[in-house]
């Protein structure tokens, strides 16, 4: 994939010292590969001047739908997608086994998110994502922040992909291989 290599400059205060820290981030794909590079996974937030540098990687990380992982002697990130990851396993490569359901009183039927709107102000606005399901409890609701949206439709998008995920991925399953 495409690549952007973004760096972060963190100043701040060490005693009476004013310190400097830099760090770069070159793994994010941020583009798709077709013929307009269209941006999909962007962070439109401000970042707070108290939060530390791990804190602001999260919430980008969030935004941009992966995880770092801290790997070999540097940050590397796993894309969260919409496909499914295929693995063979059998009795002879697999160690251990357990599994796990998340109860139907912990699925939330509305998902309740709240970011910053461009189109207000910047002040906080709520949107409300319900769930198709008939076997869930109407009166469960959880309320997410949606840190670094800032664009209502992105946040609507966003929304629905975290309900879908929050309604359809409840079956955990352990394997050591």
């Not at 992966?66 to 990851?85: A, L, M």
């Not at 086994?97 to 709107?117: K, T």
């Not at 309900?163 to 991925?169: D, G, R």
Request: proline share 3%.
């Amino acid at each position: 994939p495409d690549y952007y290599g973004y760096k972060f400059y963190m100043v701040g205060m060490v005693g009476n010292v004013l310190t400097r820290a830099s760090a770069s981030i070159d793994d994010v794909s941020l583009i798709r590969l077709d013929t307009k590079k269209l941006h999909y996974h962007t962070y439109n937030g401000v970042l707070e001047s108290g939060q530390s540098g791990l804190t602001a990687l999260l919430e980008m990380c969030d935004s941009f739908r992966t995880w770092p992982v801290w790997y070999d002697g540097r940050f590397n990130f796993i894309v969260d997608k919409d496909d499914t990851p295929i693995h063979v396993l059998s009795k002879s490569n697999t160690e251990s086994f357990s599994q796990n359901f998340v109860p139907l009183s912990e699925i939330p039927y509305r998902l309740i998110g709240q970011f910053a709107d461009e189109g207000n102000k910047f002040n906080m606005t709520s949107l409300i994502a319900k769930s198709t399901s008939t076997t869930l409890t109407k009166t469960n609701e959880k309320t997410i922040g949606l840190k670094g949206i800032t664009y209502r439709k992105r946040a609507e998008r966003e929304l629905k992909w975290k309900l879908n995920k929050a309604t359809n991925c409840t079956h955990t399953v352990n394997i050591k291989a």
